[in-house]
């Protein structure tokens, strides 16, 4: 079965500091690959996702992801993050044959702090 | 567009009574989904309907029945509450051929 592991459960930084955020999934075969983010209270918006082609994928709100195939990695990045990035991030993935449910990883709350 | 829209937005239960709740997109999705979010445990799926007249459990699927009423509308029935379910429901649809998925407000429940 697949798994998505997200190394880190809360990670705190302070404004204008660069943030990246671990992402691991365990399937041999061609994914489809997704970040979430949930802000407090609300339900979950899609960030970025990849399927194919160039490996550095750009989301909403300057966020960017890269997708090592070697690694079975999809870590999210961004160079200076604001308190209003202050939420829950899901990294999610599925089997690109289409129609497949997304597998989630736990998430990691970012606590941004002025 | 709506989107995706789920009915009641929160709800007190006591154990062993019954519930529906509610989902309907109008975005033309094949695909619709119920997950479960709790603290710690990310998003766990109960139950998911690929098609219009097909559903399949999902990871999570004990204690939980679905209908797919039709390509809009897909329900979740809880038939005897517990507080183990005490949990936040989010209902998600995507095309079907992407995989992206497209989330509702969730509701949120409390079995006591």
């Known amino acids: 079965a697949q798994s998505v592991s997200q190394h880190n459960h809360h990670v705190i930084l302070s404004e204008a500091a660069s943030l990246e955020l671990g992402c691991n999934y365990s399937y041999g075969g061609t994914v489809n690959l997704f970040w979430y983010v949930q802000y407090p209270g609300q339900h979950l918006q899609l960030l970025l996702k990849y399927f194919s082609g160039d490996p550095l994928v750009k989301g909403i709100k300057g966020f960017e992801a890269e997708f090592i195939k070697s690694k079975f990695s999809f870590n999210l990045r961004k160079p200076s993050v604001q308190w209003s990035d202050t939420a829950e991030y899901f990294c999610a993935v599925s089997r690109s044959s289409g129609n497949t449910p997304l597998v989630f990883g736990k998430g990691t709350r970012l606590s941004v702090i002025a | 567009n709506a989107g995706v829209t789920q009915t009641p937005k929160f709800q007190v239960l006591k154990t062993g009574q019954s519930m529906t709740l509610q989902c309907a997109q109008d975005m033309n999705h094949n695909s619709m989904y119920w997950y479960r979010q709790d603290p710690g445990m990310g998003l766990r799926l109960i139950y998911y309907s690929a098609s219009e007249g097909t559903t399949d459990k999902g990871e999570v699927p004990n204690g939980y029945n679905v209908s797919r009423l039709n390509k809009r509308e897909f329900s979740l029935r809880l038939e005897s509450a517990a507080p183990s379910q005490t949990s936040v429901y989010f209902c998600?649809?995507?095309?079907?051929?992407?995989?992206?998925?497209?989330f509702g407000p969730g509701t949120r429940l409390t079995v006591l």
């Open positions: 998600a649809s995507s095309d079907g051929y992407t995989d992206t998925q497209y």
